[in-house]
Each structure stands twice: as structure tokens, then as C-alpha cells.
């Protein structure tokens, strides 16, 4: 069982332009069930669009989608310290991306250790970009692996598009959605921490356009939500191969739904066998149970309270819900059913101007 914590840090990522764009940084009290804003953060990020806490809490780490040279128009990589009892944020340094449209970032497992890899998804540049980091901040020795190949979409599959870099559970492989190609390649890594090429690729149904993944608890099963064709696809994760088989493919709308959707963002429940997805359409959070052997079922939509939940965060104790719905710019409160693992909206929200992701932290 997860320890529950009192309070929590919840760093949302503005993606709108000018002076009201940046970082936010707000309190939730678990207690009282209520969200507050602390700080807005604009010095050291241009756009950003992405962000994580580290895994000891003592970085943020940010992908700005505008970067610092007008002439590549590359992104950049931004890391912070963070004081986890003040909520000060201190900008290390900040380095390229080595790719346009950088969209995502993930990070190596390395508790206890402010060394680590930002695996960087350039949306625009057809790259993936694995960046090492200390606590002064980036460091020398970035490797771009560069994506190819089109798809079945007419008009978002013509050329490849990767949407998200990720590790595996342990460490030693990460993968990238890309949703141009229908394909989400595999990464190994070393035992130093270093990125290597693709060692193996899965194939998805055509048009899927994947977007995100996640992993279960135990590290066995691979979800990858696909943007394109609003389906979540399961696969049996082979840990020490770092292969993939498919298990289930479902769709996460509502049956009775007619409109046009897109899918976006995923997360998985730490403890219960269940998938949270965000729809852009009809905006809800779609939950998914699964079993051992990943088959899937939907079990329902949940309304997020406002217009394109792109992002969206569970808190670590899975006690928490907050969604990011961009097009009302607001972020929304939702607590989660201790057994059944069902959001129910507190109606407790925050006004923040086009809310693209979140990430939380228990506060110490």
C-alpha cells in the first residue's frame, strides 16, 4: 500500500503565449480537498509543454517547446532544483532538444540519484533524444535516433511524428510512441545509462497513431493509447527481451458516442488493475479494468469538466485526479474511489490559461 501524504505539489505546464504562459506551481491539501495557487514561473522557459518531477523530487524537469536558436527552431531541454519544503524552482541550465516540435519527456529510474537521461519526443523533427543530466543541470553527450516511415492517415500519417519517450519499468529499455509511423520502437540501455539504438518494433494497427504508454504495477503488461483511432492496445511485456506481444485492443468511447475524438494522455493505477485515458472530444477520462493475461474492458467515461483534457496526473497514492482541459483552462479536482478506483469531480478547480500537462509530488 502506498503511503498517503498530507499535501502535495502540483506543477502545471501553461502552454500559452506571452506573459501568461510558463509554469504554475499550486498546493493541494489533501485534507480539506482543495487546490491553491502558489507561484507562476515565466524566467527560464520560453513555451514549455511537458514536464516531471525527478524520482527523489529534487528536479524538475522540463521540455520547452521553443528553444534558444531561431535558426534550427529546435526546443530545449530545461532542468530545475527544487526545494520540495519552499516550492522554489532554480534553473540549472538548459540545452537543445536537437529537434523541432518537442512534445514530451521522460526519465530514467534513478532514486536517490540526481543523475539521470531525458528521453526527449521531437513531434516536428522526426526524432527521439535521450540527454544526460546531473544536479547542475544538462550535460554534454545527447544522442538523437532519427525516425522514419508514414501510415494509413491521409493527412497526420505522412511522415513520422514520435509523441513520447518512456522507460520501462526497470530502467533498461525505452520506448517511443510514434504516432506518424503506427510504431513504438524499443531502446536498450545500458547498466551506465546510456540509450542505444532500436533493438526491436512493434507494429500497430494501421492508422492507430500511438501517442502515450504506461505499464502495469507489476511490470508485466504494456498499454499504449493511440490517438488517432481512440483505441487502447495491451501487450505482454517481456522485461528481459524488451519485446512485446499484443494482447487486446479496445476502443475507450463510449458506445453511444458519434463525434470526432482524438485520445491523448494515460496512466495506470498503482495498486488496482485499471487504465485512466483522456478523450478530446467527448473530454472525458475513460477508465479500462484489465486482467492478468491483458485482456481489456471499459468500463466507463467520466466527464473532465471542461473542453481537451490533454494532460492530465494521478496523485502517487492514487488518492487524487487533476485534469488539465486546455480549451477551458482550468484544472479540475477529481477523488479517486479507494476500491473501485472511479474519479468523482470535487468541483474544486483552478483558472489556469491553456493547461497542457501536470505532474504532482507528495510535500514533505
Known sequence: MTLSALSYWILIVSFAKGDTGGLYLAKLDAQTQTISLVQHIAEGVNRPIFARFNFDGTQLIVADNDGDDPKTRHGALAVFAFDNKTGKLTLKGRTSTLGRGSCYVGLTPTPGSSNGIALVANYGGA???????????????????????????????????????????????????????????????????????????????????????????????????????????????????????????????????????????????????????????????????????????????????GGHPRGFALTSDARFLLVANRDANNVVLFTLDPKTGIPTNTGKELSIPMPMCITTLPMR
Do not use: C, M
Not at 207 to 226: Q, Y
Not at 231 to 259: C, E, H, M, R
Not at 261 to 267: E, G, K, L, T, V
Open 127 to 305: 526524432n527521439v533524444v535521450a540527454i544526460p543530466f546531473d544536479a547542475t543541470g544538462p550535460l554534454d553527450g545527447s544522442i538523437s535516433f532519427d525516425h522514419a516511415g508514414s501510415s494509413a492517415h491521409p493527412r497526420r500519417q505522412k511522415s513520422p511524428h514520435p509523441h513520447s519517450f518512456a522507460p520501462s519499468p526497470d530502467g533498461r529499455f525505452a520506448l517511443s510512441a510514434d504516432l506518424g509511423t503506427d510504431e513504438v520502437t524499443i531502446h536498450p540501455i545500458t547498466a551506465e545509462n546510456k540509450v542505444l539504438p532500436v533493438s526491436h518494433t512493434i507494429k500497430l494497427q494501421p492508422g492507430a497513431g500511438p501517442r502515450h504508454l504506461a505499464f502495469s504495477n507489476d511490470g508485466k503488461l504494456l498499454f499504449v493509447i493511440n490517438e488517432l483511432d481512440t483505441t487502447l492496445n495491451s501487450y505482454a511485456w517481456d522485461a528481459k527481451l524488451g519485446q512485446a506481444t499484443l494482447s487486446d485492443s479496445i476502443s475507450v468511447l463510449p458506445p453511444d458516442f458519434k463525434g470526432n475524438n482524438s485520445a491523448a494522455d494515460i496512466y495506470t493505477h498503482p495498486e488496482l488493475p485499471l487504465v485512466y485515458t483522456s478523450n478530446r472530444g467527448v473530454d472525458s477520462i475513460a477508465i479500462s479494468s484489465f486482467d492478468n493475461a491483458g485482456k481489456l474492458k471499459l468500463i466507463t467515461n467520466i466527464p473532465t469538466g
